[in-house]
């Protein structure tokens, strides 16, 4: 396997267990795609950014505690690297309960994220995440005709 | 000025120039901040990821073409950088006008952004943009407790 090749597989996979961490409800496993630096920044959706790891992890925390049942439908992704810092941008069709006693579907959502990881001696951490809501319907037709 | 202090002050200025080329109306202005390369990704806000050079202009060709009017007020910006890789987090409010006829204020709007640039032998060069909305309101003192 080329070295390109591998890099691609292994960006791929840290961003494939990022989403899997967040399906888990597992803060330490979404904790641990983290980079390990003060320099981290967080954008979730209709948020303004978070900064910093505490603070990252923090509101992933209060995100997770608050999701009774979370899943994604990946729809789309495409990996960009360059040296150490891979860019990931990955659409999901998104499945989501916040109310543990709703027996319903839940809400959907689709969801477009940038996640920018930087590689380190034990595999690609995230060093941004930033991500929002795609709104749909016909008046968005000339946005599909550049995809 | 040291090494470090140098390229802050050039990230922060190229950032600045994203913005006044969006004000100016002027898409060769805003096609010079965009790194000449096929990997280049950007997310409007509410829309899925145009990628590649070619669609990425063309997207801003669209909107730019589809404003008459547009102001940012930058209310927020932290700069990483890593090697040769940038991170711009910055949150600006917008007061933009679709219509020239329309002589009031416009819609105005809180807009986050993440711009990732590299460096390149001019300068520095987006490689990667992604806005979206940030969502107001009381029901976000948790966010706001994270800044």
Not at 74 to 87: C, E, F, H, S
Request: charged content about 25%; some cysteine; aromatic content about 8%.
């Amino acid at each position: 396997m080329s070295e390109i090749s591998a890099d691609l597989d292994a960006v791929t996979a840290a961003n494939t267990e990022l989403y899997a961490a967040i399906e888990s409800g597992d803060v330490e496993r979404v904790a641990a795609m983290w980079d390990d630096a003060d320099d981290v920044v967080c954008v979730h959706p209709g948020w303004p950014p978070v900064r910093g790891r505490s603070h990252v992890l923090r509101s992933w925390a209060v995100i997770m505690a608050n999701t009774a049942y979370i899943q994604f439908f990946p729809t789309g992704a495409d990996v960009g690297i360059d040296g150490d810092v891979a860019i990931v941008t990955c659409e999901h069709g998104l499945l989501a309960r916040t109310d543990e006693k709703d027996t319903g579907f839940g809400e959907t959502a689709r969801v477009v994220a940038s996640n920018v990881f930087r590689r380190r001696g034990d595999g690609w951490r995230l060093w941004s995440h930033h991500a929002s809501p795609v709104l749909g319907g016909d008046d968005q037709e000339g946005t599909e005709a550049e995809r």
